[in-house]
């Protein structure tokens, strides 16, 4: 690790004790409050974790998400529920993140159906890149010692760039990539060239001891109909449910169901989330001819560091709910 790189281990204050034993009148539905999350009972949140002790968003198996997926547009459909035989509980610290990213490119990516913000068509490739550039660069200001390595998808996994610091060698190998015709989808070896580049981190105690760094695999999928090549092995299984490991999905897909013998994107996105064995992973879905401003969206949101977010379906973006818009329109 490079010198001046230190870790963020500040802890919020905790609530004064007889603003505890109050009950709360109940708060109308927002998008702050999603579900009336901050009017559950003490015992519900503690199920998730005690944020002022410094626990992380998988605390305990009855606080994970029980196959409930968030889409992009607000809607949430059921899923398969995420195994719950791993429970962490990992200080929420802004530790140094290894990031990769990698670019599916097959065919469809490069279907012009993408509204752009001028109103005219693009495709999903051109607002990837631009969205990956952005999401690096960002997360460069943020923290200097985050590292980052592209790897790009077609019927094979093939690392391009190495992990670096440096936003211009990731950015370099971003552009002029072609898409391919893709018969299948390899997501066995994505993960065994994964584990051959990297070094989970291990502690003495995931309670107390913050890992030296954390490793995020960002997966970039547009393939709606192509069922992946996998086998769990013990080494993926090991892999997934390492506490310091994490996988998010974006998921671009056509919106439309396929024939009786291909897989239909909503099973594709199932299976997706039955990979998350945590509850702490992201996943989101985007529809290939709704606007591109979604894709931008999605990838803002996964900015934040994965060991001090929250799980993602009490994860609120919002102030006003869609249907009680705001009084007041405010210019800053």
């Known amino acids: 690790m490079k010198r001046g790189c230190g870790m963020d281990t500040s802890e919020p204050g905790s609530a004064a004790e007889e603003e505890e034993e109050k009950a709360p009148e109940p708060r ?39 196959g409930t997926a968030t889409a992009a547009h607000g809607t949430a459909w059921a899923g398969p529920a995420p195994h719950t035989e791993v429970q962490v509980k990992t200080p929420r610290v802004n530790c140094p993140e290894k990031v990769i990213i990698c670019l599916d490119l097959a065919e469809e990516m490069a279907l012009p159906k993408l509204e752009s913000f001028n109103g005219s068509k693009t495709n999903a490739l051109n607002i990837s890149q631009k969205m990956i550039e952005m999401f690096v660069r960002t997360k460069h200001k943020i923290d200097k010692c985050h590292e980052f390595a592209l ?16 936003p211009r060698e990731v950015c370099s190998c971003l552009y002029d990539l072609e898409t391919v015709v893709c018969k299948s989808f390899n997501l066995e070896g994505l993960f065994n060239l994964i584990q051959q580049k990297i070094e989970l ?19 970039v999928f547009g393939r709606p109909g192509c069922q992946p090549q996998f086998s769990m092995s013990e080494h993926m299984k090991k892999m997934l449910q390492c506490p310091y490991f994490f996988f998010d999905i974006v998921y671009i897909h056509n919106g439309v169901e396929e024939k009786d013998d291909e897989t239909s994107w909503k099973e594709m996105y199932s299976f997706f989330s039955s990979l998350d064995t945590k509850g702490t992973n992201y996943k989101y879905e985007v529809l290939l001819s709704g606007p591109a401003v979604e894709l931008h969206n999605c990838m803002a949101k996964l900015l934040a560091h994965p060991l001090q977010r929250p799980f993602q379906t009490h994860a609120a973006y919002g102030l006003l709910a869609e249907d009680e818009p705001p009084e007041i329109e405010a210019t800053v």
């Open 28 to 66: 109308p539905r927002t998008r702050s409050n999603p579900e009336g999350a901050e009017d559950r009972a003490l015992s519900a949140q503690t199920s998730v974790g005690n944020r002022s002790e410094g626990e992380g968003e998988a605390a305990s198996a009855d606080g994970s998400p029980q």
């Open 151 to 166: 790897v790009v998808v077609n019927n094979d996994a093939t690392w391009l760039s190495g992990f670096t610091s440096d």
């Open 201 to 219: 981190p291990v502690t003495e105690n995931v309670q107390t001891i913050p890992p030296p760094y954390v490793v995020r695999t960002i997966l």
